[in-house]
Every structure is written in C-alpha cells, then in structure tokens.
C-alpha cells in the first residue's frame, strides 16, 4: 500500500518510513503539512499518518485541508500529548484513529491493517474470491488453500488488484504501489510482473481472475469478499 | 455572629436611635413638668386673689359672700380647695367643695407673703398649695392666710398621658426611621447584590468579569478581581500550552527511543537489553502523561463550572465509535437534554474520555450513561457489558493513581487521571456491577 507519514522529528520519520517499507509499503515521509499536501494533491495514498505536533500548519489543519481536497483515504493521527481533547478534535476533523507517542511499532500496524481494510469494504483480514485466498496480515495468498509463492511485488500488485476488485485499475496506479514517487520507473515492469501473476494463479485449475483493458489498465473480474 | 451587612447596620441604627431617645425622654419630661407647674402655680394664685377680692372684714370678722365669683369654689364637688385662716391658724373660712375633705394644713404667718408649695396628707393623698397672706382687707386692717389647694393627682394623670404619648411617638418615629433606613440600605446595598448576581454568571461561565458599573467605593475592588480572573485565565491557557509543549517535546524522543529498541530486539543478542529499554520508555511515557495531565486538569479556584454534558457525549461517542467502528457499540442515554455536571469543560473531556474508552474496550456492545440525583447528590455513571471487575480487584485499580510506580501490565493511565480529576472536584468514585452484567462507574459529586 502507498503510504504518507507527516514527522517532523526526522529520527521518527527515518523509523516509520524504514519500518513500514520493511512490511511491504511503499512510503513518502515528508516533515511539515505543506509538503504533504503537495504529496496528497500530485500522488494517490491509501492512507496517511499524521502527527498533530507538527511545526506551522499543524496536523489538525492539514487533516481538514486533505478533506477538503476530497482526500478520502484513512487518516491515522499520532498524538503525543495523549489527551482527548487533540483526539476527538482530529476526529472531529476527519481522522480515522489515534496512537499516542510513544508506541510499538506492532500497535501501528495492526491499527493501520484495520485501517486499510475498512476502507476497501472488508472487515476480515482475509480477501476471498473464488479458489483464491489473501491473508493481509502475513501477506500470503493461497489458492485451493495451497500457499502460492509470490515475490513482494507480485503479492502488492495481486492486493491492490483485489481490494480494487472490478474496478479498472491505471498503470500508473500499480507502479505507485512499488516505488516511491522520486524513483526512475519503467512501466514495462508493470507488464511483466502481471504476465507472471497470471501465470501463477492459472496454475492447474485455470483461474484467470485478471484482465487487460487496452489503454486503460487492468480489471480484476472476480467478486471478492 | 451577625452574617448581614443590612442586618447589622438596621441593628446598630436601631441601637443608636434608642439611646437617643432615652436620653431624650427625661429630658422633656422634666421641662413639661416644670411648665405644668407653673400653669398650676399660676392659677392657684388667681384662685386666691379671687378669694381676697370676695372677703370683706366686719368688726373684726371675716365676712365671706355664700356664692364667690368663681363657680369652681361653690361646687361642692370640685377639686378646688379654698381655705382662709387668721393669724394664729384657726381656720375662719373654707369652700364648699372642703365639706368631705380634712386637710391637714397649718399656715405660718410669718410676713414672707406668697408662697407656692407641695403638701403631702396622712392617706397619702398630695397637694398643691398656695397661700397668701394679707394684712389688710378693702382698707381695713385685717391678718389672716388665704389658701387654695388642688390635688396633685390630675397634675400626674396629666403627665403620665404625656409619657404615654412621648413613648407612642417615639416608638412611632423609631419604626419610621427603620423602614425608612432598611428601604436606604436596600438602595445602597443594590450595587453589591449586583456584584453577587455577576459573580454567580462568572462562577456559571455566562461572563468572563466584572462590568464596570460600579459604585466608586467598589471600583478598586472589581478591578483587582478582574485582573485576577484574567490572570488566572491566561496562566492556565499558558500552563496548558507549555504541558502541551512539554509532552510533545518529551514523548517524540521517547517515541524514537523506541523505535530504537525495537530495531534492537531484533538482534537476539540485545533482546533482553532491548526489553529493559521498552519497559524503561513504557514507564517514563505513562509518568509523563500522567503528571501532565494531573497538573493541567485540577480544579480552578475562582470558577465554578458547569458544563452540558449531552455535547460533550455525542463527541466522545462519535470519537470512540469511529474508532471502534467494527465492534458496533450501542450507547443508551439516561439524561435530560440540559444536563449539567460541575466541572470544567477540559477535565470532564478527559475524565469521561478515559472512562468510555475503558467501557468501550471492554464492553461487548452496549454502553451505558445516566445522569441523575441519588440520596440528593448528582451521579454520573457509565455501565458497560463487559467482563467487569472482581471484588478483590476493584480497590487497587482505583488506588492506581497513587502509586504509579508498580507497574500492572496492561493498564493505561486512563483511570488513574480520572480518579484524580474527580478528587480534585471533591467528587468520588466508586466501582461496582451494572445490571447491563459489566462494570458501573459511578462518579459522585458532593453537594456544593
């Protein structure tokens, strides 16, 4: 998934960004709110973590100013002083959670997997369609119950595919998902990963869950749940 | 102890008033006295001369007409008295009203003339004399004392009616004077009501100060109270700021320490290194918040809030449902529309923040919060559904905030900040069953 953290302690925002690149996010760590709005407006996120301290515009108001540009991707906060009056007014303003500083790094996630998965409609932290199974906690899918060895790649394009199940997805979406915004791409990379995604989910039974819409991107046909 | 103002200024008016008038009322007594003397001494000697101008000596005797002049003499009941006795005493005359009285009066013809004086008889009965003595009578010479009398007793019927009215008015003119001061006092003592009526509105949070629109004697006295308010505001916005502040810059570095540890644990050979280190920062973090939030939520000294409950709960819900979107909590509310809680705004965010998210938490779907008066004083409480709380239990997680050193996994701080705040405002909180199956929270405020 494609990540925005707003931190203005570099050492922290070194830390998320490492972290949750190490769990197979894509990352963009930006240190104030006017950085992260130009983030937001240029790129598509699937959620961003916010800390309310921020230096000039503070978290609150960037979190009503995402909002206002019809950003409607999960907001997680990241409060230090703990008290409600910051949480219910980040609520308030339209987050979606809380973590007080300072946290583990296994809290984070598992709120920002809740997060995620709510906002792509399942409330499991599975994804099923058809033969086809994803465990998004230990990002493994299963087909026939049996584990399909997937490189991370293959396994970010297949859940992205999933949560966006019938819906035409950009290629240029799918390379968001892998490489940080600054990064040299090669869209060509994005044909051969799901040329070999589709080879390993026909296998021996002949699914074949995902389609190309010439000029537009790719269709996951399968109804997933 | 007389608490009034009004009360004690009627009294000592009233005091003053009577001391006046009791140093008055002899003082007046004693004038009208002597003027009613006078009158008396006055027409008793007109009497006499009446007496001599009726007297005629023949042959040496003493002729006196059977009608006088006066009617008052020839009555026989009247209460003047005429006598006329000679030189040696003998009594040679006396009025007709003399007839059932027996006076027993000696003149003594001793060349002084006049004289005007006050005889006391055997039954006790007094008089007022006046006795002449003349030496001659329509040119002839003749010596005799001519005397008339009048009892003392109409002079003191007189005077007494006087005290009774000087007492009548008196006491009339002191009843005036008290309505009068106390209707004075009300106008003089409004401007302080109406201090009282703005302080209420500041206590309630309706005003931020005292107006201007006060006597000059007060002025000085609403200026420094209002200077104080103001202060106490704006120490407690700066206070809460720089605990803001404060927290912010402490529990970054706290939050990047630990992300440090957590690197660490992933080396097997500095996971235990690495476990010291996070229940160090875990500790830290929760003395931190809890210091903070303990300094910046106590009560304020001045004002006395109150603060509807109902807003403040649909934020708290509408937070924590969002939050716990996936666990469909049902909230039921027992309260009026209106009500009110005795605290402010920001220690009532936290205290029931703490205490819903703990319902929340473990609740399995129903919370509930009711408001109402119990045994006469207002009690909140927040049930839940969940797996409650042990007897044996339930005394050491309210004694938490106390003693935050021993470390109970698995707690937040969030009860130990709600037991403070509530003791702060002389409240008390007390953990029991809910009928809901969980835990009931109830806080109690004292009558105040």
Redesign the interface.
């Known amino acids: 998934m494609k990540l925005l953290v707003v931190e203005d ?1 570099a ?2 925002r070194h ?2 960004h490492s ?1 949750l690149s190490e769990s197979g996010h894509v990352v963009e760590a930006v240190a104030d709110a006017e950085e992260a709005l130009y983030q937001a407006e240029q790129f598509n996120h699937d959620l961003a973590i916010v ?1 309310l ?1 921020l230096p000039g515009m503070s978290g609150l108001e960037l979190i009503g100013r995402l909002r206002a540009l019809d950003k409607t991707f999960p907001i997680l906060i ?1 409060t ?6 910051d ?2 007014e980040g ?2 303003a339209g987050a ?3 973590l ?6 296994e809290e984070l996630e598992a709120r920002l997997n ?1 997060l995620l998965r ?1 906002s792509s409609g399942f ?1 499991q932290a599975t994804i099923t369609a058809g033969p086809l199974r994803l465990d998004l906690n230990r990002k493994q899918a299963l087909l026939d119950e049996q584990p399909l060895a997937l490189t991370a790649y293959e396994y970010r394009i297949l859940e992205y595919l999933m949560r966006h199940h019938q819906q035409v997805v950009a290629k240029e979406r799918l390379m968001e998902q892998l490489y940080p915004n600054d990064e040299e791409r090669d869209p060509n990379v994005i044909e051969v990963l799901v040329g070999r995604l589709r080879r390993k989910l026909e296998g021996d039974l002949g699914f074949k869950p995902i389609d190309t819409v010439r000029g537009l991107g790719y269709l996951f046909t399968e109804r997933c749940r | 102890m007389i608490r009034s103002l009004r009360v004690r200024l009627m009294l000592a008016a009233a005091v003053l008033a009577l001391l006046f008038m009791l140093a008055l009322l002899p003082a007046l007594q004693k004038t009208f006295s002597l003027a009613l003397q006078e009158s008396i001494e006055q027409r008793l000697a007109s009497d006499v001369t009446t007496l001599i101008s009726a007297a005629r000596v023949e042959n040496n005797r003493l002729m006196m007409p059977v009608l006088l002049p006066d009617e008052r003499f020839n009555l026989p009941d009247s209460r003047l008295l005429g006598y006329i006795y000679d030189r040696d005493g003998r009594l040679v005359w006396r009025s007709r009203a003399t007839a059932n009285e027996n006076i027993n009066y000696q003149p003594r013809y001793d060349g002084r003339g006049n004289e005007f004086a006050r005889i006391r008889q055997d039954d006790g009965e007094e008089f007022f004399v006046y006795d002449v003595e003349v030496k001659l009578l329509g040119g002839k010479s003749a010596a005799y004392s001519i005397v008339a009398l009048q009892p003392v007793r109409e002079y003191r019927e007189t005077l007494n009616g006087l005290r009774e009215k000087l007492y009548l008015g008196f006491g009339a003119a002191l009843l005036v004077l008290m309505v009068l001061l106390w209707a004075g006092l009300t106008w003089g003592l409004r401007s302080l009501r109406r201090m009282t009526v703005e302080l209420d509105e500041i206590e309630s949070g309706a005003r931020d100060g005292l107006s201007g629109e006060h006597p000059r004697e007060l002025l000085r006295l609403t200026r420094s109270l209002n200077r104080l308010l103001r202060s106490e505001r704006e120490q407690r916005g700066r206070y809460r700021d720089s605990l803001g502040d404060l927290a912010h810059s402490l529990k970054t570095p706290l939050a990047v320490l630990q992300g440090v540890s957590e690197g660490m644990a992933q080396r097997p050979a500095d996971r235990e290194q690495a476990r010291v280190l996070q229940s160090q920062i875990e500790r830290m973090s929760q003395q931190i918040d809890y210091q903070l939030q303990r300094a910046s939520l106590r009560k304020s000294g001045l004002v006395r809030h109150q603060v509807q409950l109902r807003p403040l709960l649909d934020s708290l819900c509408g937070t924590l449902a969002k939050v716990y979107r996936d666990k469909q909590v049902e909230v039921a509310f027992d309260l009026v529309d209106d009500a009110r809680v005795p605290m402010e705004q920001g220690a009532l965010m936290e205290l029931l923040g703490n205490l819903l998210e703990n319902a929340w938490r473990l609740c399995l779907g129903q919370v509930r919060i009711s408001l109402g008066k119990v045994d006469g004083m207002l009690e909140l409480c927040i049930e839940d559904d969940g797996p409650g709380v042990p007897p044996d239990q339930r005394e050491r997680i309210l004694q938490r905030g106390e003693r935050l050193d021993r470390q109970y996994p698995g707690q937040g701080i969030g009860l130990a900040v709600a037991k403070d705040i509530i003791d702060s405002y002389d409240a008390r909180l007390t953990l029991g069953d809910s009928p809901l199956g969980g835990a009931a929270f109830r806080i109690r405020f004292t009558a105040d």
């Open positions: 302690e050492l922290l830390h998320l972290r800390d301290g990241l230090a002083r703990g008290n409600w009056q949480k219910v609520l308030a979606d959670d809380y007080v500083k300072p946290f583990q790094f809740a709510r409330t």
